[in-house]
T-cell receptor, first 115, second 113 residues
Framework: GAVVSQHPSRVICKSGTSVKIECRSLDFQATTMFWYRQFPKQSLMLMATSNEGSKATYEQGVEKDKFLINHASLTLSTLTVTSAHPEDSSFYIC???????????FGPGTRLLVL | GQQLNQSPQSMFIQEGEDVSMNCTSSSIFNTWLWYKQDPGEGPVLLIALYKAGELTSNGRLTAQFGITRKDSFLNISASIPSDVGIYFCAGPDYGGATNKLIFGTGTLLAVQP
């Protein structure tokens, strides 16, 4: 149980284009989903928290207009990196929580490379 | 703010050896979570601890919730090559939004066959 999927697993795009990453909870309803970014040899950095049906809460320093988050259902959240630049290249990981406890279940991550 | 410090930062051991790593905080946590991250993958939950003093096992892994509620330990017995990865501790961010987690700095484990 508690399986979270992400799609795509890796994506290469040109600078200036937008990229959408999907996060799905496959066998439970996720009241809250989280989006993280991880640079090489570093820990996970929380970007934003999203609750189903409401606006995402962004961490300090994360541009909400650049990283658009939509949590339209209890099993799907999307992160869109708009007008991507090379410095946005990173490993993006989502997680989901059922809200019963603080435990988060993570997706396999999406490797983004912006050329 | 709350911070989680993990030690050691990295470990290089021989297959079959036991491993011990810990996570400490300057503030109290009511939940401790241990995750493992394989290269290029998302973290996978290993053990969750919810009570001070609790000792929980998951196969060759054993984790303990410190009595002071400011630390936790993870032990791996008889290590094998597939134990390689980064181990993160995590705890709830009580100063933030619902169910946010704070992650430790990570312990990199390398196992020599």
């Amino acid at each position: 149980g508690a399986v979270v999927s992400q799609h795509p697993s890796r994506v290469i795009c040109k600078s200036g284009t937008s990229v959408k990453i999907e996060c799905r909870s496959l066998d439970f309803q996720a009241t809250t989903m989280f989006w993280y970014r991880q640079f090489p040899k570093q820990s996970l950095m929380l970007m934003a928290t999203s609750n189903e049906g409401s606006k995402a809460t962004y961490e300090q320093g994360v541009e909400k207009d650049k990283f658009l988050i939509n949590h339209a259902s209890l099993t799907l959240s999307t992160l869109t990196v708009t007008s991507a630049h090379p410095e946005d290249s990173s490993f993006y990981i989502c997680s989901a929580s059922s809200g019963i406890s603080e435990t988060q279940y993570f997706g396999p991550g999406t490797r983004l490379l912006v050329l | 703010g709350q911070q989680l410090n993990q030690s050691p930062q990295s470990m290089f051991i021989q297959e079959g050896e036991d491993v011990s790593m810990n996570c400490t905080s300057s503030s109290i946590f009511n939940t401790w979570l241990w995750y493992k991250q394989d290269p290029g993958e998302g973290p996978v939950l290993l053990i969750a601890l919810y009570k001070a003093g609790e000792l929980t096992s998951n196969g060759r892994l054993t984790a303990q919730f410190g009595i002071t509620r400011k630390d936790s330990f993870l032990n791996i017995s008889a290590s094998i090559p597939s134990d390689v990865g980064i181990y993160f501790c995590a705890g709830p961010d009580y100063g933030g939004a619902t169910n946010k987690l704070i992650f430790g700095t990570g312990t990199l484990l390398a196992v020599q066959p």
